[in-house]
């Protein structure tokens, strides 16, 4: 099914279709004028030229905040994860890739339920972007971690499918395409900041003073991230006896973190930004030896900040005093 | 209830069979788990540790004392130290509980089969190795000349202190005791030096070269017990150590517990000196 | 099981919290069934101080005679105290000018010297004269902690606490960062999370009332401001509307 | 030989009073009303504070009329500084001041009052005696909290009313939602005058001074204090006509107006030519005997058909919202400049006065607040010591109970009147 192309006057037939396979969702703006994916109820409200979302799409599968378990009659049971079917439309390579990330995460050896679930009916249409000044790619990516990928041609989109969804999705839509010589297509991508050496978190850069004393752990960089999935777990009662086990975003950066009763094993903001780089850039158990950062750019755009913490690896006489 | 395919983050459900108060603050809890749970449990290896749910409060990772019976009862010994140890040592008899596991590497036996072991516990560090201990005097063949060297900080926060003297009476393994400090006369029932436990072990002559350690403490002990026991002549890859973070998952994914990078639940909680070696911030 | 005997009741302060409990229509029904209101004088009458009880519940400042003497009874009859709100846990907004103005003075301006002045010296948070167990802040508090807050202590712990700053929850929930985006003058940085970002959810910057996150960085909080072109005479007043006394130059 | 009865707490209000007997064998001498709330001094916690400041402080005087206090605090301020605000904005605080009507009468006649009628401790004991007149009852409540939850963001010092605007208007999607709530409330409400109209066990009390605010059409747009049987006079002038005046005993201060103690709330309201939607209309005509003219027993039940006509002021004003459309929020800038500005709306007990000046920065020079209580104290202590002579030589307890029942007519708000003004 190569050589499939959509004319941008049929898009609005095309996301018709793919209605068909789950609730349509798409970059849009909020009130305040945010841009952020949400269910497109109204072709009008799609924003196709945006550059990144507040928050990335992990928040469909992996949501801010979770009841994980709820307790009651004397056991744990399994929090109702009420997914339906979802098509994401329009997500950029890097948030494909960050999606890809997370699979690694939650879908490997002992899967996590929720998680799964919810992946298992997301259906992902990406589409080619343009980086802008905060992105850390340097070049528009294609990224093949979804089922459809919609790159930018003369008054349409070139469409390649990347999995047997995505086959079905182009059948379905198969009266709006047209056959039209596939440009090459750009490169794939991957985590887009290379691994880094782990010991570099103990270099004597001055910026690792400047940013512990500037960072005002407000989350934001995480909360972010599209690759970021720490989380907390809380237990509370609840009036009508049993209980509920929530799940929610954590951020290395707390003070709490790293916190066991009587101790902390990083105490200080210089040693949460350490253990940030190094899960962030050298990976963990058992993804270890991978960077995870996609590159697009949330953490450098949404810090109060302006903390980077990439600028450790450039050379000292490129970081502004 | 029954799943078909167990969730990793649903705990069994279990409850509580009995507790005893160990010292002040420490107790010994006997919980049964649904019969559910006893396909995973039965795997347990010394060192390795459970995710206890103490309903209303939340969860813990807990080093079992004890291997599991063969009907799945743990032993858990618990300090009380905060939000959910607190309502854990409130509970009665019959109380339900959760439990999870177990996760993370234990004490690699294999290796260790037909090696003298030497244990060195401090304070609390004495419940994952107890479990340990009772492994290897149930297996006694299977190993090396076994010492138990364990250090409290006063007399009264001894913990297992006549289970430990009995089984030492046994025959099985050498045993030495030591605390910080003695406020008040030690009755003549254990014989117990007064010092620190790296003091205790200075004295100590033992095939270093054949032997592997496996140490569990509080954080400053150990990197005390590594120096003294490396200078002794122990390889740094026999020597075992079980180290504590903050988890909130136990399999890998909320990332609060991360050593180097490495994760404890993961990788650990049993490490060697060895692996850890270019970790600053490992001990 | 025994339902908990609970005193419920406010020193200085607007009653907020105390209402925020009763705004809980749909748990009303079930949070009665797990206490005993002994002493709650905002809605019930017969109210009885000379008991034991297992939680009391205590909203506002300590400002007056009358209002260490009930404290003090509270805290003698109480297994659990509760510091319920901004004002029992920070001061709040009454004591807002306590690092710039006397007490006496406020009075007099107030009351004119006509005649015998009311009795009241700077409004203070409860820890400030006795032991506190447990705390839910806010102004007013959100009404799942105090729902949280309560079906713990039936449960016989207490709810575990959050630690993250607004920023945290207010990100999560996709606004516009009035800080940021709008040059506002926002304390989101520094004041504890919880409310699910109330107010920059609708467009109005976090005034702080829920008090300092854990290791907020104030010093940092407080350039971000300056540099947004706010003095530091107007940033020390926000800041201080609900906490007096923070230190300017904390970073962790 | 002298004797001292002393009802401490007085319970079921907004605050902490207490109510002193003075007798002489079984003559009553004296009563004493005493409002021992700790004093707020926010008059003078104001002094200094950015006009923008102004309203988000002074809406923590009280709790329970947060937001009307924060609405006149806006309108003083507006008034002082010359913003003039959109239609959208207009009537979203509006609506937020019927909700807090809807609200504050629902709590005060279920949860306070009802109690009394059914011979119960408080709303615990109400839970299991009359559950499900107490679940009506909350269910009126929860309406009109929806409603402020929804366009205040917040229920208790809302957050999305500010100064020339609002953070953001609200959406059809949510307004429709609100309407739902509030039909579905208005059959209990329309209900409650019939539980409310049950006759006091105490003799008559002396009539009344009603005190409203005029045009009564127009609740945000109010500009004259009119009192039943004297002169109308302008609001900025407002000084000139009530005198306040503080006594040793209490820590809030008894006010005069025109020389005369005032009543003012839903009584005082319906008394002077209301301006009430269709429903309430009809329960008012039905109920005309019992309210025109009579004394404070009937504020229950006024209250109970004021609460029917703020819901259904506020269906009406969210259709108009739902026609309007959302408005994009602009602020507008805001220049300081030297001015006093007065405002006042009728809070759910009454008349409640807000006054400010600032300097040429913007600074808060003077700050000045009467409260609807503040304004009713002096009516309250006469009626006390009026109820308390009636029934010289009942039984104690029946005599503290009658006093708090009364007190409970007048419904109080201690928290806020005792904050005080500069003479
Ligand atoms: C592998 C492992 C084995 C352990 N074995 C034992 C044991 O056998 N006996 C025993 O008494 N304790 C043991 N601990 C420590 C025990 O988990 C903590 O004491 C317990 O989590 C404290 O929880 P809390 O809620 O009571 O305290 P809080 O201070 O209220 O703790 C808050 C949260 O922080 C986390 N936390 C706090 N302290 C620790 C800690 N030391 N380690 C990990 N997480 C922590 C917990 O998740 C807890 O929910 C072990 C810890 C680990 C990691
Ligand atoms: S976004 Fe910036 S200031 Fe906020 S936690 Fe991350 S690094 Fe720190
Ligand atoms: S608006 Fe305020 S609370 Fe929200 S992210 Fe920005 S600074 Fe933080
Ligand atoms: S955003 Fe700030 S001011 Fe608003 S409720 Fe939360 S803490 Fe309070």
């Not at chain 1, 066991?260 to 963990?284: E, I, M, Q, S, T």
């Not at chain 4, 309407?179 to 329309?190: S, V």
Request: net charge negative; glycine share 8%; with cysteine.
């Amino acid at each position: 099914m190569a050589n499939n192309f959509l004319k941008i006057s049929r898009l609005d037939q095309f996301l018709e279709t793919l209605r068909l396979f789950g609730e349509l969702h798409a970059p849009t703006v909020s009130e305040s004028g945010v841009h952020r994916f949400s269910p497109l109820e109204d072709p009008d409200e799609l924003h196709l030229d945006y550059r990144r979302t507040q928050i990335p799409p992990k928040k469909y599968l992996f949501p801010f905040r979770e009841e994980i378990l709820h307790y009651g009659g004397g056991g744990y049971r399994e929090g109702h994860s009420s997914a339906g079917d979802l098509v994401i439309f329009g997500v950029h390579s890097c948030d494909l890739e960050g999606i890809a990330y997370l699979d690694r995460v939650f879908l490997a050896d002992r899967p996590d339920p929720g998680y799964a679930a919810r992946r298992s009916r997301l259906t992902l249409v990406g589409i080619a972007c343009e980086p802008d000044d905060f992105c850390f790619c340097t070049a528009a990516t294609e990224s093949a971690s979804c089922d459809l990928f919609l790159s930018a041609g003369q008054d349409g989109y070139h469409i390649t499918s990347y999995s047997a969804r995505g086959s079905a999705l182009l059948s379905a839509a198969d009266h709006l395409l047209e056959e039209r010589a596939a440009q090459p297509s750009p490169a794939i991508s991957g985590p887009c900041y290379p691994a880094q050496d782990p010991e570099l978190r103990f270099s004597d850069h001055p910026l690792w003073q400047k940013f512990a004393s500037t960072c005002v752990s407000c989350g934001a960089c995480s909360v972010c991230c599209p690759t970021c999935y720490c989380f907390d777990v809380r237990e509370y009662p609840t009036l009508s006896g049993g209980g509920t086990r929530i799940r929610e975003w954590d951020n290395c950066l707390f003070a709490t973190h790293g916190e066991v009763a009587g101790a902390n094993f990083r105490p200080d903001r210089l040693d949460r930004l350490r253990y940030r780089f190094l899960h962030k850039y050298c990976g963990f158990t058992p993804l270890q030896g991978m960077s995870s950062c996609v590159g697009c750019g949330r953490c450098k755009e949404f810090c109060p900040v302006d903390i980077d913490l990439r600028e450790l690896t450039v050379a000292p006489e490129k970081v502004e005093p | 209830m029954k799943q078909p395919q167990h969730s990793p983050h649903v705990p069994y459900a279990a409850h509580l069979i009995e507790r005893r108060d160990l010292s002040e603050d420490t107790a010994l809890f006997r919980i049964a788990p649904e019969p559910g749970a006893l396909a995973e449990l039965s795997s347990f290896v010394p060192g390795q540790f459970v995710q206890l749910s103490v309903p209303d409060a939340g969860e813990v990772p807990i080093s079992p004392a004890d291997l599991p019976t063969p009907e799945g009862t743990l032993e858990l010994c618990v300090r009380r130290v905060g939000h959910v140890t607190d309502l854990l040592h409130k509970l009665q008899p019959g109380a339900p509980l959760g439990v999870r596991g177990p996760f993370g590497c234990g004490f690699p036996l294999p290796e260790m089969a037909g090696h003298p072991v030497l244990l060195l516990a401090g304070g609390l560090g004495i419940a994952p190795l107890r479990s340990l201990l009772m492994h290897l005097l149930r297996h006694r063949d299977g190993y090396g000349e076994i010492t138990l060297m364990y250090g409290a900080k006063q007399p009264k926060l001894m913990l297992f202190r006549q289970e430990l003297a009995a089984l030492a009476a046994d025959g099985g393994m050498r045993l030495y005791l030591t605390v910080d400090f003695a406020p008040e006369q030690l009755d003549g029932s254990f014989s117990c030096a007064l010092g620190l436990l790296p003091d205790l072990l200075k004295g100590f002559r033992f095939d270093a070269a054949d032997t592997y350690a496996a140490v569990c403490g509080p954080p400053p002990l150990y990197r005390c017990l590594i120096s003294d026991l490396e200078a002794g002549g122990v390889a740094p890859d026999r020597i075992l150590l079980s180290l504590e973070r903050r988890m909130r998952c136990g399999v890998g994914r909320c990332c609060h517990c991360g050593i180097g990078q490495k994760l404890c639940c993961l990788d650990g909680p049993v490490f060697r000196a060895s692996d850890l070696k270019g970790i600053p911030e490992a001990l | 099981m025994r339902p908990m005997k609970v005193a419920i009741t406010g020193l200085t302060a607007c009653s907020g919290c105390q209402l925020t409990l009763l705004n809980c229509e749909d748990e009303l029904p079930e949070l009665l069934g797990l206490c005993e209101l002994v002493y709650f004088p905002l809605a019930e009458s017969g109210n009885v101080l000379d008991a034991q009880f297992d939680a009391a519940i205590v909203e506002g400042a300590v400002s007056t005679p009358k209002d260490l003497e009930l404290l003090f009874s509270l805290r003698n009859a109480a297994r659990v105290l509760v510091a319920y709100g901004t004002c029992a846990l920070f001061g709040g907004v009454a004591a807002m000018n306590n690092t710039i103005s006397c007490r006496r003075d406020l009075l007099q301006t107030v009351f004119g010297d006509a005649v015998q002045l009311p009795e009241s010296f700077a409004p203070a948070p409860l820890a400030n004269y006795v032991s506190v167990d447990a705390a839910v802040t806010g102004c007013p508090p959100e009404k799942q902690e105090i729902m949280e807050l309560v079906a713990a202590l039936a449960a016989g712990t207490l709810p575990p606490a959050r630690c993250y700053p607004v920023c945290t929850e207010c990100r999560s929930r996709e606004n516009l960062c009035l800080l940021l985006e709008k040059r506002e003058l926002c304390l989101g940085p520094v004041v504890q999370g919880g409310c699910n970002a109330r107010c920059p959810a609708t467009g109005i910057v976090c005034e702080g009332c829920r008090g300092p996150v854990r290791e907020a960085n104030v010093a940092q909080e407080l350039e971000l401001l300056l540099e947004r072109g706010f003095g530091r005479e107007e940033v020390e007043r926000r800041m201080s509307r609900f906490k007096p006394g923070w230190n300017y130059g904390q970073r962790r | 030989m002298g004797s001292v009865v002393e009802i401490a707490p007085l319970t079921r209000l907004e605050g902490h009073g207490s109510v002193r007997i003075y007798r002489e064998g079984c003559r009553v001498e004296r009563v004493e009303l005493n409002f021992i709330d700790s004093p707020r001094l926010f008059e003078a916690l104001l002094i200094g504070k950015s006009f923008a400041e102004v309203p988000e402080i002074i809406c923590r005087i009280c709790a329970l009329c947060s937001t009307v206090h924060k609405v006149t605090a806006l309108l003083a301020v507006e008034d002082a500084l010359g913003i003039e605000v959109s239609e959208v904005t207009a009537l979203t605080r509006e609506l937020m001041l019927q909700a807090g009507m809807i609200q504050d009468h629902a709590l005060h006649l279920y949860c306070l009052v009802l109690p009394d009628l059914l011979g119960v401790r408080g709303v615990a004991e109400l839970a299991s005696v009359a559950p499900e007149l107490l679940k009506a009852g909350l269910a009126v409540k929860k309406a009109g909290n929806t409603v402020l939850e929804t366009a205040g963001g917040r229920l208790i010092h809302p957050v999305n009313i500010c100064l020339g605007g609002l953070g953001r208007s609200l959406n059809k999607k949510e307004l429709v939602r609100l309407k739902d709530e509030l039909q579905q409330a208005l059959p209990a409400a329309q209900e409650a005058h019939r539980l409310f109209s049950t006759p006091f066990p105490f003799p008559e009390l002396p009539e009344p001074a009603f005190l409203a605010l005029q045009p009564s059409d127009r609740p945000l747009g109010a500009r004259l204090c009119r009192m039943a049987d004297g002169p109308t006079f302008p609001l900025r002038d407002y000084r000139q006509h009530v005198e306040e005046r503080v006594v040793g005993y209490s820590n809030a201060k008894l006010s005069t107006v025109q020389g005369k103690e005032a009543t003012v709330g839903a009584l005082a309201r319906l008394n002077l030519d209301p301006d009430l939607e269709p429903l309430a209309a009809q329960l008012f005509a039905t109920h005309k005997r019992e309210l025109v003219g009579k004394d404070v027993r009937s504020n229950n039940l006024a209250q109970a058909i004021e609460m029917c006509h703020a819901i259904e002021r506020a269906l009406r004003l969210i259709d108009r919202l739902i026609e309007l459309g959302p408005q994009r929020a602009s602020a507008p800038a805001i220049s300081p400049r030297a001015a006093t500005g007065s405002a006042a709306c009728e809070a759910p007990r009454g008349t409640l006065i807000h006054s400010y000046s600032f300097d040429a920065q913007g600074l808060c020079t003077m700050a000045d607040v009467i409260t609807p209580t503040a304004l009713n104290q002096g009516a309250l202590a006469r009626d006390l010591l009026a109820l308390a002579c009636a029934m010289e030589g009942e039984e104690t307890t029946r005599m503290t109970t009658a006093l708090e029942r009364l007190i409970r007519c007048y419904d109080p708000c201690i928290s806020c009147s005792v904050h005080l003004l500069t003479l």
